[in-house]
C-alpha cells in the first residue's frame, strides 16, 4: 500500500473522534518454545493505520490536541546489538518523515506521556481482551490522568471499543486497498491452477498444498491468509481439515480452501475436482448443484438485497438439490428451510467479509436487521455440500463426497465482481485443466 492510503485511514478516524483519543497496539510478539518465536504478523488495525511492520509500537491519535501534535507513534529505539540478531529497526529519528506522524517517541516513554494525551478527552477508544499488558497500561493511564481534573480539566470517564469507529471504515475498500485485494486474487488464481494442474492419482495432500504455496511465495506473497486446507477424499467432509497427510486415490475429489496475503490483504477460495480427472456421474451431479447455488448467491452480491439474501439464495437452491438427490424425503423446500433439516449436509453460512482479515471486521447486521450490501464491500460466497463416508441417511453412491465452491465477491453500484474469476470451475475447465502440467495463463 502507498503512504497516502495510510494518511487517509488516519484522517478519516480522526473525523470520528469526536472529543475522543484512539490508542493503537502493535500485535506483540509469542513465544514458541526457548528462544523462538511464532511468526509475527502485524494487528490488521494498526498497519491499516500506520503501514508500521514493528511490535513493541503504540499509535495514539488525538484530534483535541494541537495541530502537529494529533498522530504520535512511540516505538522501539535503534539498538545496534539486536539489530544483529533481529534486523534494522526504523528508530524514533526516522518516523516521522518515514511514516507521516506528526510526533514520534520511544516506547518506553508511552506510559509517562499517555496520561498527557488524555487530557482534555472525554472519551478513549482501545479494544480491551487482546493483550493483558496493554490493558493494565491503559487503565494506570486513565487513573494518572483523573488528577487533571483537579485543575478543571476533561480526561477520559468512557472506555469505547474502536471496532464501533474503525472496523466501519475498513468494511469500504478503497481504491487502494483493491489493488492489493485483486493481486492477491491472481496469485491465488495461479495457485490453484498449479495444484490442479499436477494432480494424479496418488499424489499427496501435502505436495498440493506445496505446489500452491510455492507459486504463492515465488511472486511476492510473503505469507498464506490462513493455513491451507487440501482434503481429499473423506477429508474433504471435514471443514477445516488441515493436516494434508493423505495420499489420494484414484475417483477421488479434492477440496482445496487455500487463499494468498499480498500486501496484508486476503484472498479466499475454495475447489473441489476429481484427482482422476474426471468426474463421476454422482460426483458431477452434486457438484452442479453447489454451483447453482453459488451462482445464484453470487448474483444477489449487489444493492439492493441484504447479507442474509446471499445466504438465503444458497441454502434454497441446495435444498432443492437435496432433494433431488434423495438426501432429503418426505418434506418440501419450503418445510426443509424452516426446520433446517437441510444442516445435515450444508451446516455453515454462505458468506463473510473479506479483507485484512480473512474473516474480515464489519457487522452483519444494524438495527437488528441484515445489512444491506453496498458498494466497496467485499464478501465470500461459499456454498457446500457435505456427505460424511458412514452416513447412513444418504444415498449410498453419494456418501463420502465433499464439495465447497467458493469465490471473493466485490459488491459494485452495478453488481458483483467475481475478484477470483479467472480460478476455474465450470466441469469442462477443470476437466481440462486437471493433470495438464500447465498453467495455461498468461
Keep these: 500500500m502507498q503512504a497516502p492510503t495510510f494518511h487517509e485511514h488516519r484522517d478519516a478516524l480522526l473525523k470520528r473522534l469526536t472529543g475522543a483519543v484512539a490508542v493503537f497496539f502493535a500485535a506483540p510478539e509469542l513465544i514458541r518454545n526457548h528462544d523462538v518465536q511464532h511468526a509475527w504478523r502485524q494487528d490488521s488495525d494498526f498497519f491499516y493505520l500506520t503501514g508500521f511492520e514493528e511490535p513493541d509500537s503504540v499509535l495514539v491519535l488525538a484530534p483535541h490536541r494541537e495541530p502537529g501534535d494529533r498522530v504520535?507513534?512511540?516505538?522501539?529505539?535503534?539498538?545496534?546489538?539486536?539489530?544483529?540478531?533481529?534486523?534494522?529497526?526504523?528508530?524514533?529519528?526516522?518516523?516521522?518523515?518515514?511514516l507521516g506522524v506528526d510526533k514520534a517517541f520511544p516506547a518506553k516513554e508511552l506510559e509517562a506521556k499517555l496520561p498527557e494525551y488524555l487530557k482534555g478527552a472525554t472519551k478513549l477508544y482501545h479494544q480491551l481482551g487482546r493483550h493483558e499488558p496493554d490493558d493494565d497500561l491503559v487503565m494506570r493511564a486513565m487513573r494518572k490522568a483523573r488528577f487533571f481534573r483537579k485543575h478543571g480539566a476533561e480526561t477520559p470517564g468512557d472506555l469505547c471499543d474502536p471496532e464501533v469507529l474503525l472496523h466501519e471504515l475498513r468494511l469500504f475498500k478503497g481504491e487502494t486497498d483493491l489493488v492489493a485485494m485483486r493481486r492477491a486474487a491472481h496469485l491465488t488464481n495461479l495457485g490453484h491452477r498449479?495444484?490442479?494442474?499436477?494432480?494424479?492419482?496418488?499424489?499427496?495432500?501435502?505436495?498440493?498444498?506445496?505446489?500452491?504455496?510455492y507459486e504463492w511465495a515465488v511472486r511476492g506473497a510473503r505469507r498464506t491468509a490462513y493455513e491451507s486446507i487440501v482434503g481429499s477424499g473423506p477429508n474433504a467432509c471435514v471443514l477445516h481439515y488441515r493436516d494434508s497427510k493423505r495420499q489420494i486415490r484414484d475417483g477421488e475429489m479434492v477440496l482445496i480452501d487455500a487463499g494468498c496475503e499480498f500486501d496484508y490483504y486476503a484472498s479466499d477460495v475454495t475447489r473441489t475436482w476429481p484427482v482422476s480427472g474426471r468426474f463421476s456421474p454422482a460426483q458431477r451431479d452434486v457438484y452442479e448443484i453447489v454451483l447453482a447455488a453459488q451462482k445464484a448467491s453470487i448474483e444477489r452480491c449487489r444493492p439492493g438485497h441484504t447479507f442474509d439474501e446471499v445466504h438465503q439464495a444458497s441454502v434454497r437452491t441446495l435444498v432443492e438439490?437435496?432433494?433431488?438427490?434423495?438426501?432429503l424425503k418426505d418434506t418440501t423446500v419450503d418445510e426443509a428451510i424452516e426446520k433446517e433439516t437441510f444442516k445435515r449436509w450444508y451446516m455453515h453460512r454462505t458468506s463473510h467479509w473479506l479483507g485484512m482479515d480473512v474473516h474480515d471486521v464489519g457487522r452483519y447486521h444494524l438495527k437488528g436487521a441484515s445489512r444491506g450490501l453496498e458498494p466497496g464491500m467485499v464478501l465470500t460466497v461459499e456454498p457446500g455440500l457435505y456427505i460424511a463416508p458412514h452416513d447412513e441417511q444418504a444415498p449410498e453412491h453419494l456418501r463420502g463426497i465433499g464439495i465447497r465452491i467458493e469465490d471473493d465477491v466485490l459488491v459494485t453500484a452495478?453488481?458483483?465482481?467475481?475478484l477470483t474469476r479467472d480460478i476455474p470451475k465450470e466441469v469442462a475447465d477443470l476437466e481440462a485443466i486437471i493433470g495438464s502440467g500447465s498453467l495455461e495463463v498468461g
Aim: glycine residues 10%; negative net charge; hydrophobic residues 50%.
Design 321 to 327: 438439490g437435496m432433494l433431488a438427490l434423495g438426501l
Design 72 to 98: 504520535v507513534l512511540f516505538l522501539r529505539e535503534r539498538d545496534p546489538e539486536r539489530e544483529v540478531w533481529d534486523g534494522e529497526r526504523l528508530g524514533v529519528e526516522r518516523a516521522v518523515e518515514a
Design 414 to 418: 452495478s453488481g458483483a465482481d467475481v
Design 194 to 213: 498449479r495444484a490442479m494442474a499436477i494432480a494424479r492419482p496418488g499424489i499427496w495432500e501435502y505436495e498440493l498444498q506445496a505446489a500452491m504455496e
